[in-house]
């Protein structure tokens, strides 16, 4: 149970509040890289700040305050030209470093020019993704984490807007035994006996969590498995502060998700799929984009798929769940060991330091690998196979490809 002003901590990401400030020290994706061809602009949304990407015509990335100095229009729709960004109403121009450059209709002079220069911010590219850096000067590297850098790989990345706060997602990360009722038994109701999701419902023995430099591994060991099981021997990490690692034999993934503000969450799905030994993947020319749907026609939440249950879960507990009135048990020792993770790296931040995983030192940052379980629940192959049609996998557009790569 938390009490509003600790509740209030945890949670609020805009600028100036303590776990905005600390969140401010990580790179966010913001797009895929498939929307936004060369002299477009985008409006996105980080952090609780409105802002402008844009990709200029010889693809360099520029990201900018969203709003323009002279009257206020979006440059989320200006056009991209070689100078910069020119907004769309008078088409003053900013330069990527927020320098207005132009101003079509003024003679403007040097000072003028000065006056209306704007914030700019961090932005790189990597393995289809577009991401963001709002933080304190100098910005940290970008964290080349394994998945974003894995050659021979067919790739896709699902997304959905969640309109819910950030952490009681990253809470459902660290809760393992709801996979048992609300992947095995609630989701075996909806779809039947022959789907295939009982796998999920084994019982959990025992759950684990260790700190490591990167944020929390998380254990199982599931009734009539052991130690030794890839569940409990490897098990998958919570990567601090807004990304899961998950997946299992042949599929590797990171869920992550964006805080866009307060009470918006973007989530993203970022698959990798590997060939079976002695097959190739397929090449790709860019990592295709999808929509994960979660309502129905009717605006009820789809729990016909395990991701639609885990949306249901999340944001039906409001917009920022209530910990006010919870009643945590034993089961929910990984979420308190979340919060006083947290905390911890709040604290750290107050003292001028960085927080965890925040990374200076280029060496370090040729390649992030982490361990994964291949045999997840004890799961075969052929469950494995199953599970792309039962996850939000089965929405992704190169679905049937993937499946045809994994036929031995
Ligand atoms: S509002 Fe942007 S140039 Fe006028
Ligand atoms: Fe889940």
């Given at each position: ?10 949670t609020?990401v ?5 776990m905005?400030?600390?969140l401010?020290y990580?790179?966010?994706?913001i797009?895929?890289s ?8 985008r409006?996105v ?13 010889d693809?360099?990335?520029g990201?900018?305050?969203?709003y323009?100095?002279h009257?206020?229009?979006s440059?989320g ?7 910069g960004l ?14 207005c450059?132009?101003?079509?209709a003024?003679?403007?002079n ?5 006056r209306a220069?704007?914030?700019?911010y961090g932005?790189?590219?990597m ?9 304190p000067a100098?910005?940290p590297l ?9 050659e ?11 309109p819910c ?6 809470e ?6 709801h996979v048992?009722y ?11 006996e022959e789907?295939g999701?009982?796998?999920?419902s084994?019982?959990?023995?025992k759950?684990?969590?260790d ?11 599931l009734?009539?498995g ?7 021997r490897?098990?998958h ?7 899961l690692r ?5 599929q590797?993934?990171f869920?992550?998700r ?5 009470v ?10 590997l060939p079976?030994?002695g ?16 309502r129905?026609?009717?605006g ?5 798929f ?15 769940a209530?910990?006010s009135r ?6 929910d ?5 979340l919060?006083?993770l947290?905390?911890?790296q709040?604290e ?5 330091e960085d927080p965890?995983?925040?990374i ?16 997840k629940?004890g799961g075969s192959?052929q469950f494995l196979?199953r ?6 996998a ?7 490809q ?7």
């Amino acid at each position: 149970m938390l009490s509003a002003a600790e509740q209030d901590r945890l949670t609020r990401v805009g600028p100036g509040t303590p776990m905005g400030t600390l969140l401010r020290y990580y790179w966010y994706p913001i797009l895929a890289s498939v929307e936004l061809p060369a002299g477009a602009a985008r409006e996105v949304r980080l952090l609780g700040e409105d802002l402008a990407v844009f990709r200029d015509p010889d693809g360099r990335l520029g990201l900018l305050a969203r709003y323009c100095p002279h009257r206020g229009a979006s440059l989320g729709y200006g056009l991209a030209n070689s100078a910069g960004l020119a907004c769309p109403y008078h088409g003053w121009t900013f330069d990527r470093t927020g320098a207005c450059v132009q101003m079509p209709a003024e003679n403007a002079n040097g000072r003028l020019l000065e006056r209306a220069a704007i914030v700019a911010y961090g932005v790189e590219e990597m393995g289809g993704l577009i991401f963001a850096y709002l933080g304190p000067a100098p910005a940290p590297l970008l964290p080349r984490y394994d998945l974003f850098l894995w050659e021979g790989v067919l790739r896709d990345v699902g997304r959905a807007q969640l309109p819910c706060n950030w952490l009681q997602i990253m809470e459902n990360s660290v809760d393992p035994v709801h996979v048992e009722y609300l992947h095995g038994h609630h989701l075996q109701v909806q779809l039947g006996e022959e789907a295939g999701a009982s796998h999920y419902s084994r019982k959990h023995e025992k759950i684990g969590f260790d700190l490591f430099e990167f944020g929390i591994i998380k254990r199982r060991q599931l009734v009539g498995g052991s130690e030794s099981d890839d569940d409990w021997r490897v098990g998958h990490p919570l990567i601090f502060p807004v990304t899961l690692r998950v997946g299992s034999q042949g599929q590797h993934r990171f869920q992550i998700r964006v805080p866009v503000d307060d009470v918006t969450t973007m989530h993203y799905w970022y698959s990798c799929y590997l060939p079976p030994t002695g097959k190739r993947a397929p090449a790709q020319e860019f990592v295709p984009l999808y929509e994960v749907p979660w309502r129905d026609e009717q605006g009820n939440f789809r729990v016909d798929f395990v991701d639609g249950g885990d949306i249901m879960a999340w944001v039906s507990q409001g917009a920022i769940a209530d910990r006010s009135r919870e009643m945590l048990v034993s089961s929910d020792r990984g979420i308190v060991l979340l919060r006083k993770l947290l905390s911890d790296q709040l604290e750290r931040v107050q003292r001028g330091e960085d927080p965890m995983g925040v990374i200076r030192d280029p060496e370090q940052n040729s390649s992030i690998s982490f361990a994964q379980e291949h045999n997840k629940l004890g799961g075969s192959a052929q469950f494995l196979r199953r599970a792309m049609d039962i996850s939000h996998a089965r929405f992704s557009p190169i679905r049937e490809q993937v499946l045809a790569m994994l036929e031995d």
